[in-house]
């Protein structure tokens, strides 16, 4: 097929790349202003403790000071769902929470003056599993939630919005079953998803109410919003978003240390520059939440699931911001991936004395599928169904439905993606290699070889609102606003590209604004894989309208009806007789022509990636080694080729497939400290480790928008850890069901090291 | 070095080259001097102005500030800058021609390869790249990632910046 665009589906350079490999790229630490002095936090050292007194004298009276806070001198601004959290409070809930919030002129004189603030803490029991913390009599963290369990529910999901899975007759399903299988799995390792920009915020308060940010966040306008909540609907924030040095999901929220900086802006009248230390963010900044599943699932011989029944229990750390949407979004996300008619999953989100868990990629369904995964996996090798055959067979297919996380029901009108997966399989050579479950696909010596799949969808690629302006310009430029912060995906770029398709204008003659609140309109962010649906859609829906007005601006100077006119290269010209034409300019050059755009939130289009794994262990030393991926999708239409090749190369960091292998928050359950809060102690795969690693993308038509495309960069890392155990599984001959994967647990599952006995459940063993 | 360190300390100040251009800093505790305890990485950005290194883990694991010194990549997070007397730092702001803008092929290559995401890592990644290119300009694929294995990039930009490498290699500085 002929390609009929001239932009999209192109590769093309990125509008920001000149900037990025020269240096020239203004992250959030790379600015600089006038007065402009530094924020530090001092930190609890005890999980859990009432802050008896606080003197902070010493510190305040040393030169360079400009303010010190504790929790008497700030407001009650609260985080948390529902509001819990306050930002500065007596108790102390995790080691890492913050007591008192300095500003001095250097850095180096606000850490000092932290040295100078005496506290007197009350050591409180601390509780650090997420069953010991449901038991009567349990140490506890917040009054308002009584046995450490966190209101479930969302308030702006609406008031369905989705708590559990439960529909259809469970018992009558467990009849039907030709199998059942039951056990406790989970994934508990806490990844960090670790961008290298550390969180941060530059902050200036300005009478009476009002606060700017300078923030690199994903989701700049979203600042705005959140903090407007976390002041009691008192404080007015204009955000001003730079390029964000990685997120992963896990900057969409910086609530925390954005409230400090305005706490401290307002205290000292200055601008208040915070950035957290790389150990600071790995041992403060959010988690991904750490999942179990004790459950029990009904499926007949040919791979249908009859039933799935449990509960899921999902530890939040000290506080849940987005717990309650994760779990919403990854209980509809299990059933995109699981048809099955009854279902009785039950959950139940809890608070425990470590740092919180937040949003990381997978939002959820990540955390959920790695723990159910290996349980169907149980089942499907009783009844000896191959589990690439099972995935495909079992995701949501045209005319099926899910309850989506406002609680409502959604029939799927997308495409069928069993083509795209069938050809990922054969990529991979799934057929050659399956050889059964528990059992390697090779051996050679003391290195055996297995293979493993794994599968995630979701449908919120149509979630949220987004807005956006165009502006038509008589010099035959025209300039795209929107609240969009480039966080690696190259959307800011994407969105010029789909612009200039629109208008048939070349693109370096198409500009985009600052991701400033105060010029742009509503941007929930990109974020669940949306960008190319959701923001995508406004951006379009915003060109076609500036577009249709010049035409009618234009239309009498042409004697022609508006829908007469086509335009290109910034002429407008009559459809039926091109050499008659005029140039943008024509409209005036004193004036513009505005088009906005607006996307409402859509359920019922679901994205999908299935990642192929192979692993190599070797049984002397334990070490898993991945050695092949074959990521397989349909995007309907490709935007940008090496930005799409770039998000599912992704598969690989950011708490990703590695946390089955190496990845993993190291807590140390008797004092609630976090062990491996560096970059060292902290595994990450370097250049020298890199697996072979394939894209087979399918494009299939979706009727999303007028280029038919969605978007997939958010669940590259989802499908992977499930199925790297699998492989793990397959290539020793036994099953093994803890992430990650590392040298002392194989070691273990092959006899050949004795268990560790450790106090506590789950987590770092 | 101790040597060279005691001569600092007698004059009291430092000189270096800078992306070619001469540089003269006090030491000592003023506005605009070093400390000995600055780090060749917050010398650059903090009181030379030059932003384009960048400090993520700002302990060594990380490979984000690399800069070229002497031709040599070095961690600048991990350099005193009082130990940089008399030497000759290169850092991706000086990268382009400075008389012309024209960027070097290796930072052409990124740019063509998309070799960076939220390109946070990149000036990091290219300046690794440089020394390489600059001590063996052919090298093969292995060499080009184990010159990189020091450099930490999230995004998972290793593939494009793989290829955007090799695409120089063999091609001369």
Same mark, same amino acid.
Do not use: H, N, S
């Given at each position: 097929m002929t390609d009929r665009y001239r932009f999209i589906g192109k590769s093309m350079r990125r509008n920001d790349a000149t900037e990025i490999v020269t240096g020239g790229a203004r992250f959030l630490n790379d600015i600089k202003m006038d007065g402009l002095i530094y924020g530090k936090v001092l930190r609890s050292p005890h999980p859990h403790a009432l802050i008896k007194g606080i003197d902070k004298s010493k510190a305040a009276g040393l030169k360079g000071v400009k303010g010190v806070l504790t929790w008497e001198d700030v407001p009650d601004w609260r985080g948390g769902t529902p509001r819990s959290t306050r930002i500065l409070d007596r108790k102390v809930r995790?080691?890492? *929470?913050?007591v008192a919030l300095v500003a001095a002129e250097t850095i180096e004189i606000a850490k000092e003056a932290l040295r100078l603030i005496e506290v007197e803490y009350e050591v409180l029991p601390a509780v650090l599993d997420m069953e010991e913390a449901l038991k009567p009599g349990a140490p506890q963290l917040y009054d308002q939630f009584p046995g450490n369990v966190v209101t479930p529910g969302v308030p702006f999901f609406g008031p369905k919005s989705l708590k559990d899975i439960v529909m259809g007759d469970v018992e009558k399903g467990f009849r039907e079953a030709d199998v059942i299988t039951e056990g406790t799995f989970g994934y508990e390792n806490i990844p960090n998803p670790l961008p290298p920009e550390q969180p941060g915020v530059i902050a200036l308060w300005e009478e009476p109410n009002k606060a700017t940010l300078w923030v690199s966040n994903q989701a700049s306008y979203m600042d705005k919003i959140t903090l407007f909540h976390v002041t009691g609907r008192k404080l007015d924030v204009r955000t001003i978003g730079g390029p964000c040095g990685g997120s992963f999901g896990s900057k969409f929220m910086s609530w925390q240390i954005q409230s400090y900086a305005i706490l401290l802006s307002r205290a000292t009248g200055k601008p208040v520059k915070m950035v957290m230390s790389k150990e600071e963010h790995l041992a403060t900044f959010t988690l991904r939440p750490s999942s179990r599943i004790t459950a029990r699932v009904g499926m007949k011989r040919d791979g249908t699931l009859t039933a799935v029944a449990g509960t899921w229990l999902v530890d939040t750390g000290y506080y849940s911001m987005t717990t309650q949407s994760q779990v919403a979004v990854g209980c509809g996300e299990l059933q995109i991936m699981a048809r099955c008619p009854n279902w009785d999953l039950r959950n139940t989100i809890v608070c425990t004395n470590r740092n919180a868990s937040g949003i990381v990629r997978g939002f959820g369904g990540q955390e959920l599928k790695s723990s159910i995964i290996p349980l169907l996996s149980l089942a499907m090798e009783k009844v000896n169904v191959d589990p690439f055959e099972f995935l495909k067979k079992n995701f949501v297919k045209p005319g099926d439905g899910y309850f989506w996380r406002d609680g409502l029901w959604y029939t799927y009108r997308g495409v069928d993606y069993t083509k795209a997966l069938d050809k990922g399989a054969e990529r991979f050579g799934w057929k050659e290699k399956w050889k059964g479950w528990l059992t390697p696909s090779s051996v050679d010596g003391i290195k055996r070889r297995g293979i493993g799949v794994g599968i995630h969808g979701n449908a919120d690629i149509g979630e949220d609102a987004s807005e956006a302006y165009v502006r038509i310009q008589p010099d035959g430029k025209a300039m795209l606003f929107s609240c969009v912060t480039e966080h690696g995906t190259g959307q800011r770029s994407n969105f010029l590209k789909m612009v200039a398709e629109v208008l048939q204008l070349p693109i370096d003659q198409i500009s985009i604004a600052p991701a400033d609140s105060l010029i742009n309109p509503y941007e929930f962010g990109p974020a669940g894989s949306r960008g190319t649906y959701a923001i995508g859609s406004a951006v379009i829906a915003a060109a076609e309208d500036a577009r249709k007005k010049l035409f009618e601006i234009l239309a009498p100077k042409l004697q022609a009806d508006p829908e007469d006119l086509d335009t290109v290269d910034g002429f407008v010209f009559l459809k039926a007789n091109p050499e008659k034409r005029i140039p943008w300019k024509a409209m005036g050059v004193d004036r513009t022509c505005t088009g906005f755009g607006r996307f409402e939130p859509d359920y019922s289009l679901t994205t999908c990636i299935m990642s192929f794994v192979e692993v190599e262990l070797d049984t002397e030393t334990g070490k898993v080694d991945l050695i092949r991926v074959v990521n397989a999708t349909d995007v309907?239409?490709?935007? *940008?080729p090496p930005g799409l090749e770039g998000q599912l190369n992704g598969c690989l960091g950011s708490a990703g497939i590695d946390s089955a292998i190496f990845e993993e928050t190291i807590l140390d359950r008797s004092t609630g400290h976090i062990l491996n809060a560096n970059m060292i102690d902290y595994k990450w795969r370097s250049f020298s480790e890199l697996p072979s690693i394939e894209s087979v993308v399918s494009e299939t038509p979706f009727e999303s928008h007028r280029f038919h495309a969605v978007g997939v960069g958010e669940l590259a890392t989802s499908p992977g850890p499930s199925a790297v155990l699998m492989a793990v599984s397959n290539a020793i001959g036994k099953w093994v069901h803890e992430y990650p994967m590392t040298p002392e647990r194989v070691l273990r599952v092959l006899g050949k090291v004795k268990p560790k006995v450790r106090k506590g459940k789950g987590g770092a063993a | 070095m101790k040597a060279r360190n005691k001569a600092v300390e007698e004059r009291r100040c430092i000189r270096l080259m800078v992306n070619g251009n001469p540089v003269e800093l006090d030491v000592g505790e003023g506005p605009g001097s070093v400390r000995t305890s600055d780090t060749l990485a917050h010398t650059l950005r903090e009181? &030379?102005? &030059?932003?384009?290194t960048k400090v993520s883990c700002d302990h060594g694991a990380c490979g984000c500030c690399t800069v070229l010194m002497d031709d040599r990549a070095v961690n600048s997070c991990m350099t005193l800058t009082i130990e940089c007397d008399g030497k000759s730092i290169k850092t991706i702001d000086g990268l382009r021609d400075p008389a012309t803008g024209t960027l070097d092929p290796l930072q052409q290559a990124f740019i063509d390869h998309t070799a960076f995401q939220c390109g946070f890592c990149t000036p990091g990644m290219i300046m690794s790249a440089k020394a390489l290119l600059q001590e063996n300009p052919s090298p093969t694929e292995t060499e080009v990632k184990k010159a990189l294995s020091g450099n930490f990039c999230r995004c998972i930009s290793h593939y494009q910046v793989v290829k955007a490498v090799m695409s120089v290699s063999g091609k001369g500085r």
């Open positions: 995790y080691v890492g *929470d913050a309907g239409k490709v935007i *940008d | 009181t &030379l102005g &030059l932003i384009g």
